[in-house]
């Protein structure tokens, strides 16, 4: 399938890419937005891209390659951005991109385990080399923490009664695989019309084993630091819980003056082109 980064006439639009600029694209994924933007910031401009996925890197790597020194890549975390920033001279940035979605490429390898509709290790991370998994967090932790993960990250409705579920269910077996876990939601939760009853579930335990919000409120503040005066900072999240913390982070920090008023969406078209995209929302600060 063809990778189609979300938002990307938007992203564009609203960074102003030109000649000499530096830019720092910190969830660089398959590479998509970076090519674009990196064509525009030629002859002397230069991206840093970082990502945790070692796939999604290696991916962007080929993507970029003929691009030469002016890309520098980095296996990472995004709230890492000012160590990687500092060691490769990108001090301070013009422009930073985080598109806070998890790639397609994640849902449609069952290995990988993000995904209720195959067969697959209950893993999801992004990062293969932590410790921490999906399975160990379903087989592991107490019936409190489970319903606060299911609550908080999910806003399921019925986070105690799954949790229940689930801690009776694996002290018989314990759960190993994506379907499995996906039936005893659905067993539990039968009236969810067009939505699978385990989406927002799954939607948890994701955010939960890659610390998501956790690495976003670290992030921010270092991104803002980073940034030249007139500098922008673009960050494309997916759903409300995300987009809540960068509002009132854009909103209130004093460095910062609001460019998007509203979340940026994307258009029917974009839409129809790729579904994916329907959910997406982009917000842009600018560093006064």
């Not at 921490?132 to 592991?140: D, F, K, S, Y």
């Not at 993960?149 to 314990?174: D, H, K, L």
Request: proline content about 5%.
């Amino acid at each position: 399938m063809e990778h189609k980064p979300v938002l990307l006439n938007e992203v564009s639009e609203y960074l102003k890419p030109e000649p000499n600029h530096l830019f720092i694209d910190g969830t660089v994924g398959l590479g998509g937005h970076a090519q674009v933007l990196l064509q525009r910031v030629l002859p002397g401009g230069r991206l840093l891209g970082i990502d945790r996925d070692a796939d999604n890197l290696e991916t962007a790597r080929k993507r970029l390659s003929g691009f030469g020194d002016h890309v520098v890549l980095v296996r990472d975390t995004y709230a890492n951005i000012k160590t990687h920033a500092y060691d490769h001279q990108f001090n301070p940035v013009d422009s930073i991109l985080l598109d806070l979605g998890f790639s397609s490429v994640h849902v449609d390898d069952a290995e990988r385990g993000f995904s209720f509709r195959k067969a697959g290790p209950l893993d999801m991370r992004y990062d293969r080399s932590q410790p921490l998994t999906a399975q160990q967090i379903v087989n592991e932790w107490s019936e409190d923490d489970l319903a606060r993960i299911f609550r908080q990250y999910g806003e399921e409705r019925f986070a105690r009664q799954i949790a229940e579920a689930i801690v009776t269910a694996r002290a018989q077996t314990p759960f190993t695989s994506t379907t499995e876990l996906a039936a005893l939601v659905a067993r539990i939760l039968r009236h969810r019309g067009k939505t699978h009853p385990a989406t927002k579930i799954f939607q948890a335990l994701r955010i939960a084993v890659n610390d998501e919000f956790g690495e976003l409120e670290r992030a921010l503040p270092e991104c803002v630091n980073l940034l030249r005066s007139g500098g922008r900072l673009a960050i494309i999240s997916f759903h409300s819980l995300e987009d809540r913390i960068i509002k009132q982070f854009f909103k209130t920090h004093p460095a910062l003056k609001v460019v998007t008023k509203r979340p940026v969406t994307a258009s029917q078209e974009e839409v129809k082109e790729n579904p994916r995209a329907r959910s997406a929302k982009l917000r842009v600060a600018e560093k006064i």
